[in-house]
């Protein structure tokens, strides 16, 4: 079991990927990596809307149907109409997570209350179900992913490294914050925000050196909107490349020639995709570590979530 960050990161999830009986038939979905490796790092809330929302277990097959410009939550079997007792539910529900503090959440995929790109009868489109949308709408900024999409090694870093980072500016926004102490946490991320997208952290390292006449929440409120925006950018191969080159060259007067040489050998063969990322990105942490340079040692690219994850293998 993985050592869990004090306090804990607290990840709201759909009960059946926990392997709790609460599906339409009282079966459950239980999700193997989560329950076997994301469950030593995370705290979970599990919440089933369905079932909290009282249609019991088992109950009814729902769907989503569309009924002229509105969208409803329809029994298949007696075709009650169940969008008020839901969004009654959804009312009294979402504004409590406000209190729990959550770094991100885990849907069903494909549930008619859970899923973020569900099926609308008649017709082909998708649309999130009525507590996804809700949850959405409420924190928009908080990092949300379906359980069959983080299967995917990409989406699955990503999703982590926006919940680690989530966490982080919610622990910074807990303290007695003033925007210096911001703008030390802000350097903090200078490179994991380069990694993601150079042009949208210039444009937040303008907003943060030169604040307009707003108040301390809309500061916060944009300031938290834009960097989670720039997390949810996926890092790209040129973005690695150029932050590890710059660390190479701060690295480079407190290294032998020999050991240079191979950080850059190792950059060249990532660029060309002869080498996985993880090689240059474990020889500049490793040298980094050894020199203890202060103007490296702090930022968060190089200890974005737990090693004990073991992501960062891609391509």
């Avoid at 009282?26 to 369905?50: A, T």
């Amino acid at each position: 079991m993985a050592n869990r960050l004090d306090p804990p990161v607290r990840i709201g999830i759909s009960s059946c990927l926990l392997g709790e009986n609460v599906r339409y038939d009282g079966g459950h979905k239980l999700d193997p990596f989560i329950s076997r490796i994301l469950s030593g790092f995370f705290e979970w809330i599990p919440v089933c809307p369905e079932t909290e929302a009282g249609f019991g277990i088992p109950r009814e097959p729902m769907r989503l149907e569309r009924h002229g410009k509105s969208i409803s939550l329809i029994g298949l079997t007696s075709r009650r109409d169940l969008t008020p007792q839901m969004r009654s539910y959804v009312r009294r529900s979402i504004p409590l997570f406000a209190h729990q503090r959550l770094s991100g959440y885990i849907l069903k995929t494909r549930s008619p209350t859970c899923g973020l790109a569900v099926a609308v009868h008649p017709g082909r489109s998708r649309e999130p179900g009525l507590f996804a949308r809700a949850l959405l709408r409420r924190f928009s900024d908080l990092p949300v992913a379906e359980e069959e999409a983080l299967r995917d090694p990409l989406v699955r870093e990503n999703w982590i490294q926006r919940v680690f980072a989530y966490y982080r500016l919610n622990r910074f926004w807990s303290t007695r914050w003033t925007v210096h102490t911001l703008r030390e946490f802000h350097t903090s991320t200078e490179l994991t925000r380069l990694s993601h997208s150079p042009s949208l952290s210039r444009r937040l390292d303008r907003f943060t050196a030169n604040p307009q006449d707003i108040s301390r929440l809309q500061f916060r409120c944009r300031y938290q909107s834009e960097f989670m925006r720039i997390i949810s950018c996926p890092a790209t191969r040129a973005g690695n490349a150029t932050v590890l080159q710059r660390a190479a060259a701060i690295l480079r007067p407190f290294l032998t020639p020999a050991a240079t040489s191979e950080i850059l050998k190792s950059l060249d063969a990532y660029r060309n995709r002869a080498l996985p990322f993880l090689v240059p990105f474990t020889l500049v942490t490793h040298y980094l570590r050894l020199t203890k340079i202060i103007q490296l040692s702090g930022q968060t690219y190089f200890n974005p979530f737990p090693e004990e994850l073991a992501l960062l293998n891609h391509p």
